[in-house]
């Protein structure tokens, strides 16, 4: 083994301090990973981007009824990938805006809203960045996004939020629990084509090393892919949050958190479940 070798499978293994490096966009962007994550988020056996469909239609009817929606509402769906909740947006008669930084997921959602002659206002954007004029009834961030980003753009994407809403509107999000925390555990994985050619076309090795932080409720996956010509790394962090901690970034941006659920679905909150979900206000 040589000593770059060395020096480059240590700091693979090196903890990494919270959220200090940020790579999502690489997950979304790149022309081989972005096909993958697009065939995740339509196969609807799959859970690894997206809910099942009987999962999102269950929780289109409860944002329907709990928020009235429908014509003359305007609602933004952030992070909105291929429109899978944009397009029943749209089909209750609601105005609504996606906003994406994949192409091939709006690409998607795009050709399927034109197929259903439906008229949805698609934005390709960081929605860390972007800046979404005029006002919403509702605004949603679905499938734990919000846990992913660091604390920093947590706080700045809340303040948008809370800009954004109309007077009686609403913000949906969910976000993975402290029991799902607990059932995490420190783990390495190595080995050729890892996941199974997820990260590349042609031959690589890759190397998944997770890493928990006790004291701040925050677990990272990073991945190290070595191709024939070239290493990086993806890293996907989460963030895990009670009822009490959430409620607590969103009253630092001026946001009242006003109902606990289990899911986007409506449930019953259980603080034992992996996942919740909250409705909050102005």
């Given amino acids: 083994m040589t000593d770059r070798t060395y020096a480059d499978l240590h700091e693979a293994h090196t903890r990494p301090a919270p959220f200090s490096v940020y790579t999502t966009a690489r997950l979304w962007t790149d022309e081989h990973i972005s096909v993958q994550m697009l065939n995740f988020h339509l196969d609807p056996g799959l859970v690894a981007a997206s809910r099942p469909a009987a999962t999102i239609a269950r929780s289109i009817d409860w944002m329907r009824k709990r928020f ?3 014509s003359g509402k305007r609602i933004i769906d952030f992070g909105c990938g291929p429109g899978l909740y944009t397009t ?22 795009r050709s399927t809203a034109a197929a259903s002659g439906l008229s949805i206002d698609y934005v390709e954007a960081d929605y860390r ?27 700045s994407l809340l303040c ?27 783990t390495v994985l190595f080995c050729e084509r890892l996941l199974d050619g997820f990260w590349a076309a042609g031959p690589y090795y890759g190397l998944m090393r997770t890493f928990l932080y006790d004291d701040e409720f925050i677990g990272l996956d990073r991945y190290t892919i070595w191709q024939p010509d070239q290493r990086w790394e993806v890293y996907n962090w989460m963030q895990y ?42």
């Fill in 68 to 70: 009235d929606l429908g």
């Fill in 88 to 109: 029943s947006f749209a089909q209750l008669g609601a105005s609504v805006t996606g906003i994406d930084f994949s192409a091939r997921s709006l690409a998607h959602a």
């Fill in 129 to 155: 960045q972007y800046h979404v004029t005029g006002t919403a009834d509702l605004v949603t961030l679905i499938y734990c996004d919000f846990c992913a980003l660091p604390p920093t753009d947590r706080h």
């Fill in 160 to 186: 948008t939020f809370r800009d954004l809403l109309a007077a009686g509107g609403h913000l949906v999000l969910d976000v993975a629990s402290t029991s799902a925390f607990a059932a995490r555990q420190e």
């Fill in 241 to 282: 949050f009670t009822p009490d901690s959430l409620a607590a970034e969103f009253a630092a941006a001026g946001l009242r958190l006003v109902e606990t659920l289990g899911d986007v679905c409506g449930s019953v909150y259980n603080p034992e479940a992996e996942e919740f979900a909250v409705v909050a206000t102005v």
